[in-house]
């Protein structure tokens, strides 16, 4: 069974702009969550999806948005990047018949200059 | 507020040395409890999780971790370390079953000297 897949690896962009994030979560999971990891505050809890709604948010700004799709691929966006906005975005596939544990998958960086 | 502390940034250990990574959580309820590992440029791998039952529970490449209810304690721990376990690691929590958010602990560099 294929693992997460995210796209892109790796992205560079300026301040001021948007970026859109993509994450294709292990097929027959409905539900998948985002994480921010930074040096300075870890991993913190961006939102979850699960059949195309969200279930859950983090305290992020509105600059920080995201959606599901029917096939439960899921996207993130951000606009109006601040320098601050650098870090690796992990997306996280939940098995619900399992505990909902949740898979990752290798990461986007995220770099703003 | 939910938390989970790791108190070490680093831990430094001899290869061939018992090993412990230590995680403590502030969780209100029966949390289910998480050991991840990160190696360089990756995501996060799944070593270990508490639900319920016994208090030691095995994980992947030989760590094990022991639930302390009554310290609020969940210390990951391997008989003796190998250079390749040398990485980030990651304590978590989840609040509730129905509760899908992760609570992350800010993580322990482990170094395993040859």
């Known amino acids: 069974k294929a693992g997460v897949t995210q796209t892109p690896r790796y992205l560079i962009k300026t301040r001021g702009q948007q970026v859109t994030l993509s994450c294709s979560p292990i097929?027959?999971?409905?539900?998948v969550s985002w994480y921010q990891q930074t040096p300075g505050q870890g991993l913190q809890f961006l939102f979850e999806?699960?059949?195309?709604?969200?279930?859950n948010k983090g305290n992020f700004p509105g600059r920080f948005s995201g959606r599901q799709f029917s096939n439960s691929r899921s996207e993130m966006n951000v606009s109006t990047l601040e320098l601050g906005d650098s870090a690796l975005y992990l997306c996280?596939?939940?098995?619900?018949?399992?505990?909902?544990?949740?898979?990752f998958g290798p990461g986007t960086r995220l770099t703003v200059l | 507020a939910q938390s989970v502390a790791q108190p070490e940034d680093q831990v430094n250990v001899a290869e061939g040395n018992p090993l412990t990574v230590k995680c403590t959580y502030s969780?209100?309820?029966?949390?289910?409890l998480f050991w991840y590992v990160q190696y360089p440029n990756r995501g996060l791998q799944f070593l270990l999780k508490?639900?319920?039952?016994?208090?030691l529970v095995k994980g992947s490449y030989g760590f094990e971790a022991e639930f302390n209810k009554s310290q609020t304690s969940f210390h990951l721990k391997k008989p003796s370390a190998l250079v390749s376990d040398s990485a980030l690691y990651f304590c978590?929590?989840?609040?509730?079953?129905?509760?899908?958010?992760?609570?992350f602990g800010k993580g322990t560099r482990l170094h395993i000297l040859p």
């Open positions: 508490y639900i319920t039952g016994d208090n």
């Open positions: 097929s027959g999971h409905r539900s």
């Open positions: 969780v209100s309820g029966n949390p289910y």
């Open positions: 996280a596939s939940i098995d619900s018949s399992s505990d909902n544990e949740q898979f």
């Open positions: 999806y699960f059949s195309e709604t969200q279930r």
């Open positions: 978590a929590v989840r609040p509730g079953f129905r509760d899908d958010k992760i609570i």
